[in-house]
Structure formats: C-alpha cells, structure tokens
C-alpha cells in the first residue's frame, strides 16, 4: 500500500510540473511574441537566434519553425549523449513551446498581418524591460518545476560532459554571440544593446524569483521556557530540534531551540516568542534551498 501511495504521489508531482511548465512557457510566449517581435528585440538562447532569422528572412521564416527544427536536431543528439530521462521534459517543453509560439503570434497581429506597437511606437526600451522580466518569470517556472526549453541549454549541457566548461559559462558565450550577431541583420548598436539589457534583467528577474520561492529562515532560540515555546511553535505546523547548549561565561547547560520555517512564517513565530518570554535570545537568519518534509522537494532529472 505504501508503495502504491508513493507512486500515486510521484504522479501527481509529475503532472502538476507539466501543467506548471506550460503555464510558464505560455508567459514566455507572450513575452516574446508581445514585447520583443514588434519592437525588434533580439533576446538570448534559441528563441534569440529564431528571432534573428525571422527578420532576416522577412518573416518568411517563423520563429516557431526555426525553434523547433534546431531543437529536434539537438534533442536528437542529446537523447544518444545525455539519456531519456534528462530530455523528457524538454521534450514537452519545446512541442509546447512551438505550439504556443505558433498560436500567440495569431492572436496577437492585426488584421495587416503586423504585430502591434503595445506600449507605444516609441518605447522599445520599455518593451524590452516588460519582455525581460516576463521571460525572467516564465523560465523561473519552467525551472521551479524541473523543467528545461531546451536550446542553447542542451548544447551547455553536452559541453559540460566532455570539457571542463561551467553551465553558466557556456550558457553565456553562447548568448553573447547570438546577441551580438543581430548587428548584422539591423546595423544598429541599439538593438544590441536591448538585447543585452534583455539578457541583464531577464536573468536578474530569474535569480530573485527562484530564490524569492525557496527563502527560509532558521532560528535558535534560548530561552528558560523553552517547553512551552517548542510546544508552542510546533502547534503552527513546523518542527523543533532540540540541541544541547552550554553557557561558556555561566557554565550551566540549557537547551537551544532550532526551527527552520517559511520566510513568511517568521512574523509569527516571532510573535508567539515575545508572547511566552519577551527576554529569550533569538537568533534569526535566511537560508535557502531548504528540502526535506514541509519544504522543497529534491528533485532530479
């Protein structure tokens, strides 16, 4: 019976993160087909490159065709190299993704067939701040949930097996160069420079909202009532560790109260405290990336 909880369980997790990676590439196809297409923003990964041959070749290439045959050749090699179980979702993603891609850009052009203007004809750095910080969003889901878009992420990966090469490095080499060849196709540093300034606060935004997601603090209480405060803080759902403590100056033991919570959970033990012993010694810090029962789930590819 326990086994068969587990793999309900596991099931569930694993619809609830192709469910959550749809929604996040949902946003990111907005973004792309809203904010960076009308203005002629050049954006970083495969989508940057589909970007650049949609204007090269006037249109007659969609973003959405470019993006998926470049994946389908990549997801080819990476199944041989990095296994099924890394290309799984990715898989998804990029059939998702080509997809919503596809029907955005339907959606979205005027009855001439051309994107419109949606913040102003003369906004592009507005757009391209929008577009960045919703992309920076989407990708944050895709990755909270396991997820991958595959692209430029596939070839950092196949890197990173064969050479001493970072993720992040590759990942950024490699979008450098994509950003920096849009030069060619518009003759104009400012739409270089969008796409850097694209880049910059699309990962920024990711940063903050991963580590936004996973923010915990920890306390270590000492307090004389100690019994009462543990009793306390376990009723509000978090667990208490106990460990043993002993004064240096005064040389006399006294247990110290360990509790990992959610960062919005802080106020209230704070409060519930100050209510029982307003004089205890607390100590409170952030931390992140906290797994185990009550918080993130390990997850692996």
Known sequence: MTNVLKSRKMLW???RDYVTIAIGLFIYSMAVTCFMLPYQITTGGLTGIAIIIY???????EIQTTYFVINALLLIVAVKILGWKFCLKTIYAVLVLTFLLWWMQRVVVDENG??????GEDQAFMACVIGACLEGIALSICFLSNGSTG??????AIVNKYKEISLGTMLMLLDFVIISSCYFIFHDWRRVVFGFATLIISNVTLDYVMNRTRQSVLFFIITEKFNEIGDNILKTGRGVTVLNGKGWYTKSERPVLMVLAKQRESINILRLIKMIDSNAFVSMSKVSGVFGEGFDVIKGK
């Open 114 to 119: 051309k994107f419109p203007h949606i913040v």
């Open 13 to 15: 997790l694993d619809l």
């Open 151 to 156: 692209g430029t992420d596939i070839i950092a």
């Open 55 to 61: 204007y090269a070749t006037h249109g007659a290439i």
